[in-house]
């Protein structure tokens, strides 16, 4: 009995290694095909360029990780989701990054998106849905991430998360302590300084809201001081 279950695990670890060589070198299983979903501003061809080093290789020695930081090297993709489909297929799924404001310092445009990464010169950028700021200190030309300057990170990030970047068409910075925005439906926003952005964001995410919901006629808005915000009607009957 005992001989009878030495010779089925060998039978069996050999039969293992039979189908463990076949799926290695077969070519049913050498990748002939890459597909791409996703993307909408990088094109198809450009990203099967990153992978058809991996054409004819085969697919249970394919480096997923390798393929996915090659491709996540490109200014214009925030991540790639590679995915295996057997027998011979891989699938790269691709998040874009997002733009959310640029400013220009000399000849450069410099572009931060949504993760405040900092790259110079893209050119496949629809301005219409990113915010420009004029004024921006030419010492973030040195940095890779807004989140080295600490508080210009703290605003832009509030702003951001309050959903008030894409309102606008317009940041002033020139002045650090009398920062002024304009929105797309062209009313001025006067921040102050920097301090107590996080309250300021909250203040003017509210005060947009209720000019949309209320169809308040203003060019004004100001809030600089974060404890008494106000604005100032077309109508100017009173100040709220």
């Known amino acids: ?64 990780k390798k393929l996915q930081e090659k491709i996540n090297k490109d200014i214009y993709i925030r991540n790639a989701n590679i995915k295996k489909i057997y027998p011979n ?25 949504s993760d405040f990464k900092i790259v110079k010169n893209k050119d496949r950028i629809d301005y219409s849905k990113i915010v420009k700021i004029v004024g921006a200190n030419e ?15 703290e605003f832009l990030y509030n702003l951001y998360s309050h959903k008030i970047l894409e309102q606008l068409t317009e940041i002033n910075v020139v002045n650090s302590n009398d ?13 102050g300084d920097l301090n107590d952005s996080e309250k300021k964001s909250n203040n003017i995410s509210k005060i947009l809201k209720e000019i949309s919901t209320k169809s308040i006629n203003t060019k004004i808005l100001d809030t600089k001081d974060p404890q008494k915000p106000f604005l100032i009607k077309e109508n100017p009957e009173q100040t709220e």
């Open 1 to 64: 009995m005992r001989k009878h279950r030495v010779v089925i695990i060998v039978a069996i670890s050999l039969l293992i290694g039979l189908i463990a060589y076949l799926c290695a070198t077969l070519d049913y299983f050498s990748i002939k095909k890459i597909t791409v979903k996703n993307n909408k501003i990088v094109k198809i061809s450009e990203i099967k360029d990153y992978a058809n080093y991996s054409l004819g290789e085969n697919i249970f020695r394919f480096n997923k």
């Open 139 to 153: 010492n973030l030309l040195k940095i890779s991430n807004l989140k080295s300057d600490e508080k210009f990170y």
């Open 89 to 113: 297929t891989i699938e790269i799924a691709v998040e874009e990054a997002n733009d959310i404001c640029y400013f220009e310092v000399g000849k450069d445009k410099i572009f931060v998106d």
């Open 179 to 191: 920062v002024t925005m304009v929105t797309k439906n062209e009313i001025k926003v006067f921040f």
